[in-house]
């Protein structure tokens, strides 16, 4: 017996298999892509209010749903509130410990501590999850895009997508936008 790690659903031949309700939810929605097409995938999927068909070599990781578990306390709420109403604006660690009342070195210890990575890498990743829903739900420009989640050029959104999701944004919007 082989077990797969990564995956979050596996076919073999013409069997389908998961672990858990999420990853279930994920592998439905494979089927119906697979039988009737992205678009109804998709449709359903938004109807679901799932946010999106995930590929079966996926992780299943949101920034946004695992931010509130890892800051338990919910020490730093009202830094997420600031950062995604800010989300275009040039922001570094100093603007954030500024929000938070404290130096950047304080910030950068604590919120590492309660959140388990640096708050730089923390605010990358909730832009690169607005930018993988403005990919989807949008019709912005990539270059739009990039600008509205602060990512300043299309270069620095391209290296983003390619460290964490190792595909390019073209190649993700294209996977996973509806024709």
């Known amino acids: 017996m082989k077990v797969e790690v990564d995956p979050i659903y596996f076919k073999e031949g013409s069997i389908w298999t998961s672990a858990g309700i999420t990853a279930g939810i ?3 929605l494979a089927v ?36 509130p578990t890892q800051d338990a306390k ?21 603007d954030m410990a500024d929000r938070c009342g404290m130096s950047g070195r304080s910030l950068s210890r604590r919120y590492t501590i309660n959140v388990g990575l640096p708050p730089a890498k923390s ?42 999701l190792q595909t390019s944004p073209y190649s993700y919007q294209a996977l996973f936008r509806e024709s």
């Open 123 to 164: 605010l990358q990743r909730m832009r690169l999850d607005v930018a993988r829903n403005l990919l989807i739900d949008s019709k912005r420009s990539m270059k739009a895009v990039a600008l509205a989640c602060g990512f300043r050029d299309q270069e620095r959104m391209r290296r983003a997508f390619h460290r964490h």
């Open 26 to 28: 994920d592998m439905a």
């Open 74 to 94: 919910g020490e730093f709420a009202a830094l997420y509130d600031w950062l995604r109403e800010n989300l275009a604006r040039v922001t570094g660690v100093s």
């Open 32 to 67: 119906v892509q697979e039988d009737l097409g992205k678009c109804p995938a998709l449709r359903l999927a938004r109807s679901l209010v799932t946010p999106m068909i995930r590929s079966a070599g996926q992780s299943q990781f949101s920034a946004d749903l695992a931010r």
